[in-house]
């Protein structure tokens, strides 16, 4: 009996050593993935895209991305995965369906890491379905993949874009999201806050659900915001004090329906948050 229990107490110990072995942990459309303190990448889940650098329809147990030691953050789309190295340069596998990966290529997919052009200035990455924006350490925004309602910030629409194309001529973005409704939201480091893309219930501009917003187009005049998630048809922002508000439409907006659709951002209770 005491090896049993010594063997279920050392098993236990096992399992929480290991699982305190993830600095970050990442969900995507059916695939989680995860980075270990000794940069190495990990992922479970849904894998038939090449997501998890395997053919595999599912990996039900965590299986090691790749051999690199290297890597500083990742961060999933529905079907594929990217992320950043300590060297500042930026990787993709799985789905490239309309050149969502950015490897100026027209395969479909690939169960390899690719690397996103040779810049070394990459921080951050914010994929949808077809389409994905990163931002660079200069401050600027690049997008690559579907453009077919202005979600890449550029002109004229098109079905695909093979290669990141930067948004704008700014270079004072400090942080990045993108919505599963082809819509990308951006903060500038004065603290306002931008949108570009659909305009499903009126999420940045007002008007039609069928406009689009063709560059990026400043919502509201507060200079204050700090973080965002983005939905399909609603946007949750954080300010400096904490407070969280919401714009768009349906009852996520959590604000008891009224209004039901607003470009006008709305506060969520007066509580001070400090998670969304």
């Known amino acids: 009996m005491k090896k049993i229990l010594l063997f279920i107490v050392l098993l236990a110990f096992s399992n929480v050593i290991t699982a305190q072995c993830y600095e970050q942990i990442t ?10 303190s000794n940069g190495t990448l990990w992922g479970w889940g849904f894998g038939s895209w090449g997501e998890l ?5 599912t990996e039900p147990n965590p299986i090691q991305l790749g051999n690199a030691t290297d890597w500083n953050k990742v961060t ?9 190295k300590n060297n500042g340069t930026l990787w993709g596998c799985g789905s490239n369906q309309l050149g969502s990966l950015g490897v100026n290529s027209n395969t479909q997919n690939f169960a390899t890491f690719q690397q996103i052009t040779a810049a070394t200035n990459w921080v951050k990455v914010a994929p949808s379905y077809f389409f994905t924006i990163a931002l660079k350490a200069d401050g600027t925004i690049w997008a690559w993949g579907q453009n077919d309602t202005y979600q890449l910030g550029n002109s004229p629409a098109t079905a695909q874009q093979l290669f990141p194309i930067q948004v704008g001529t700014a270079s004072d973005w400090v942080d990045i999201a993108t919505g599963t409704n082809r819509t990308a939201f951006a903060i500038k480091s004065n603290g306002t806050i931008w949108g570009w893309g659909s305009n499903p219930s009126s999420i940045i501009v007002s008007g039609s659900s069928t406009t689009s917003v063709i560059t990026p ?12 998630s983005v939905g399909s048809q609603h946007i949750l922002a954080q300010k400096q004090d904490g407070t969280l508000w919401s714009w768009g439409g349906g009852p996520a907006l959590g604000v008891g329906g009224t209004p039901n659709v607003t470009n006008i951002p709305q506060q969520i209770s007066t509580d001070v948050w400090t998670s969304f």
């Open 27 to 36: 969900f995507g459309g059916a695939h989680t993935t995860g980075k270990r």
């Open 53 to 57: 650098l395997t053919t595999n329809e």
């Open 76 to 84: 999933n789309g529905v079907v594929n995965t990217f992320a950043i």
């Open 217 to 228: 187009t400043q919502v509201g005049t507060s200079n204050d915001w700090v973080k965002m």
